[in-house]
């Protein structure tokens, strides 16, 4: 079987027009071109891309948090639609809660919509447990947000999980023909 190279690589300023392209088109605009600015240059904030040579300068995906004290609050993760169900959503959740073990943050924590099942279920997958529920969160139609935490990711046996995450991402990924470059499964 032939696998597909993929690369998980921290976002740039001259990624930002794949970024914005990328936001409209997985969350109708949710933030402008400006938003993106400030996280590109912002310390406190990591913005990670997916690529891969088979669809050429492509965003396939993209996650973000920020570092808050000793939590990493993930605020953006996104695959392009065409994308859904082939295991980078898993890929780049992993990649974030590495990079945050690496920065030695703690936890972890996000809102997600009450309704997207998918994501939920993807986020549990990970360990993320339900803390509470923010009220008519999403202006778009007032639902309400899941508030899910991952904590312990810098605790020493925390390794054997991240293994074990590391493994469960290779085999989604290589189930649709997918594979990370060395480079990007640290």
Excluded at 79 to 89: E, I, K, L, S, T
Aim: net charge positive; with cysteine; glycine share 6%.
């Amino acid at each position: 079987m032939n696998l597909f190279e993929l690369k998980i690589q921290s976002l740039a300023w001259e990624h930002l027009s794949l970024i914005v392209e990328l936001d409209k088109t997985c969350f109708n605009g949710l933030w402008s071109k400006e938003a993106y600015q400030r996280e590109l240059d912002s310390p406190n904030s990591e913005l990670k891309g997916l690529f891969s040579p088979k669809t050429g300068e492509k965003l396939l995906g993209m996650g973000c948090f920020w570092s808050i004290l000793e939590e990493a609050h993930i605020t953006i993760l996104a695959v392009d639609p065409q994308y859904h169900r082939q295991g980078m959503g898993a890929a780049l959740l992993y990649s974030l809660i590495n990079t945050a073990r690496d920065r030695s943050l703690e936890r972890a924590t996000l809102e997600v919509r009450a309704s997207n099942q998918s994501a939920i279920s993807l986020y549990e997958k990970f360990g993320f447990q339900i803390a509470g529920r923010r009220r008519r969160y999403y202006k778009d139609n007032d639902e309400d947000a899941l508030i899910l935490w991952l904590g312990g990711i810098h605790k020493p046996e925390f390794a054997q999980t991240k293994a074990n995450w590391k493994n469960f991402v290779n085999q989604g990924l290589k189930k649709s023909s997918w594979q990370l470059t060395v480079s990007s499964q640290q």
